[in-house]
């Protein structure tokens, strides 16, 4: 049965539902076991960070196709796991995929974490792996997760540190933008890469021992250079407008030259940096 209704969306992340429940949120959907090989490192760390005990009600916020709603729920059973997004697509595929593993448990819904009206308490853990960093209005959103966590609870994010840190980010736009100017992304407090930023925001939401823990890792890309290529272009080709068929060439040369010097046995492999970020709601 389907829980669907049109999500209510604070008007600061008008643009990413747009995103996610358009085209971006279809790529993604149909390379959700990809994305989640990317970051496979990361998950076990990320894991015994948000400490989920039998019994636990866990909230996942932007769940995507559910990998860590699934990890979650067997970790809570016979506790529950609620994951929300705001891509229609990659929950309709979360929900298939948990009742494949036979996760009964595993509750998915499109919704705006920011503004959704959860219940005040409701949850033991809250988490969110690459999610949470894209909120519109994060003062206004940690407040409410805030809010749906009870007192004493636990909170674990993972965010990607500044860009310049990521092997990965910074190699596909040096080579994708062919030496053009473009802008940066901005280190805006709702990117969750700047650690007093951070500190404060949490603080100052409801959360208390603020601690964020910087790890590394090798992301995977894709098997061999054939493949890491058309996964990358999928994601970064936008990169690339503006440039003539010459440019948009050589760009492509480029990249997979640098796919072939990172190539090994696990495949194309870039680094990669993220924040661990810890926290108790008081």
Same mark, same amino acid.
């Given at each position: 049965?389907?829980?669907?209704?049109?999500?209510?969306? $604070?008007?600061?992340?008008?643009?990413?539902?747009?995103?996610?429940?358009?085209?971006?949120?279809?790529?993604?959907?149909?390379?959700?076991?990809?994305?989640?090989?990317?970051?496979?490192?990361?998950?076990?760390?990320?894991?015994? =960070?948000?400490?989920?005990?039998?019994?636990?009600?866990?909230?996942?916020?932007?769940?995507? =196709?559910?990998?860590?709603?699934?990890? +979650?729920?067997?970790?809570?059973?016979?506790?529950?796991?609620?994951?929300?997004?705001?891509?229609?697509?990659?929950?309709?595929?979360?929900?298939?995929?948990?009742?494949?593993?036979?996760?009964?448990?595993?509750?998915?819904?499109?919704?705006?974490?920011?503004?959704?009206?959860?219940?005040?308490?409701?949850?033991?853990?809250?988490?969110?792996?690459?999610?949470?960093?894209?909120?519109?209005?994060?003062?206004?959103?940690?407040?409410?997760? +805030?809010?749906?966590?009870?007192?004493?609870?636990?909170?674990?994010?993972?965010?990607?540190?500044?860009?310049?840190?990521?092997?990965?980010?910074?190699?596909?736009?040096?080579? #994708?933008?062919?030496?053009?100017?473009?802008?940066?992304?901005?280190?805006?407090?709702?990117?969750?890469?700047?650690?007093?930023?951070?500190?404060?925001? #949490?603080?100052?939401?409801?959360?208390?021992?603020?601690?964020?823990?910087? #790890?590394?890792?090798?992301?995977?890309?894709?098997?061999?250079?054939?493949?890491?290529?058309?996964?990358?272009?999928?994601?970064?080709?936008?990169?690339?407008?503006?440039?003539?068929?010459?440019?948009?060439?050589?760009?492509?040369?480029?990249?997979?030259?640098?796919?072939?010097?990172?190539?090994? $046995?696990?495949?194309?492999?870039?680094?990669?940096?993220?924040? #661990?970020?810890?926290?108790?709601?008081?």
């Amino acid at each position: 049965m389907s829980e669907r209704t049109a999500p209510v969306v $604070d008007p600061s992340n008008a643009e990413q539902l747009r995103a996610w429940d358009g085209d971006q949120g279809a790529y993604w959907a149909t390379r959700a076991e990809r994305f989640d090989e990317g970051v496979a490192r990361y998950q076990d760390r990320f894991l015994a =960070a948000a400490a989920i005990e039998p019994g636990s009600a866990v909230l996942d916020i932007g769940c995507g =196709a559910g990998r860590t709603t699934r990890d +979650a729920a067997r970790l809570a059973g016979p506790g529950t796991a609620l994951g929300v997004d705001l891509s229609s697509r990659m929950v309709d595929l979360a929900r298939e995929l948990a009742a494949r593993e036979g996760l009964g448990n595993a509750r998915f819904l499109q919704a705006d974490a920011q503004v959704h009206p959860f219940p005040d308490g409701a949850f033991d853990v809250a988490v969110s792996r690459h999610g949470a960093m894209f909120f519109g209005d994060p003062p206004a959103a940690f407040a409410n997760v +805030a809010r749906a966590v009870r007192a004493g609870g636990r909170l674990a994010l993972l965010s990607w540190q500044p860009w310049q840190r990521n092997e990965w980010v910074s190699t596909f736009r040096a080579i #994708l933008s062919a030496g053009r100017e473009l802008p940066a992304p901005p280190p805006s407090p709702g990117s969750l890469r700047d650690p007093d930023q951070v500190r404060e925001l #949490l603080t100052a939401a409801g959360f208390a021992d603020v601690r964020l823990h910087g #790890l590394t890792e090798p992301m995977c890309f894709g098997r061999d250079v054939d493949d890491a290529f058309r996964f990358v272009v999928g994601q970064f080709g936008w990169l690339m407008d503006g440039l003539d068929d010459d440019g948009r060439a050589r760009a492509a040369d480029d990249l997979r030259a640098s796919m072939a010097e990172h190539l090994t $046995d696990g495949g194309v492999r870039y680094g990669s940096a993220a924040w #661990l970020i810890e926290a108790r709601r008081r």
